[in-house]
């Protein structure tokens, strides 16, 4: 399958003009957000380093990751995971946050008015493990991996990347 001509330019245009997330970001702070990470690196990595930082693990929830209709198109027409390319991939310039549940309403309220999106994807755990519901429904270790931006052409990104 081929991409269509306005996915093309979506990706293209996502890829060329990333839009920072920093309203989003003044909101989740003002909203009561304990932690808060960019996904440059991949949703994994940045999970990780966020529990490894604060000792707290999560359990995330495949189907729960957001991904851009044009991201996924092409990444199901290339045979490749969206879910992949959103835990493992680069570039993504989207926020990855810690939110009480009693803040959350607060948060979701201002970033809609900002019209920024905010999806609950899990829940922070005190058991340090990252979990995660694989697309396949089986609850197991949230893989490592992420993009890596100094790595030299030709060598592995990092897991489910390519």
Not at 111 to 122: P, Q
């Amino acid at each position: 399958m081929v991409t269509t001509p306005d996915e093309r330019w979506v990706l293209l245009d996502m890829h060329r003009r990333p839009l920072a997330q920093v309203e989003a970001g003044r909101i989740l702070a003002q909203s009561g957000a304990t932690a808060c990470d960019d996904v440059t690196d991949g949703l994994a990595a940045e999970l990780r380093a966020l529990c490894q930082a604060s000792g707290y693990g999560c359990f995330i929830e495949s189907q729960r990751i957001p991904t851009h209709p044009a991201v996924r198109n092409y990444a199901l027409r290339r045979g490749k995971s969206p879910v992949d390319w959103a835990l493992f991939g680069g570039d993504d310039y989207q926020l990855v946050c810690c939110i009480p549940p009693t803040r959350f309403a607060a948060a979701q309220a201002g970033c809609m008015a900002a019209g920024v999106m905010l999806t609950v994807i899990g829940r922070v755990t005190e058991d340090p493990a990252l979990l995660w519901r694989s697309p396949s429904g089986v609850v197991e270790e949230l893989p490592e991996g992420g993009f890596d931006h100094f790595v030299e052409e030709g060598e592995e990104h990092g897991h489910g990347v390519g």
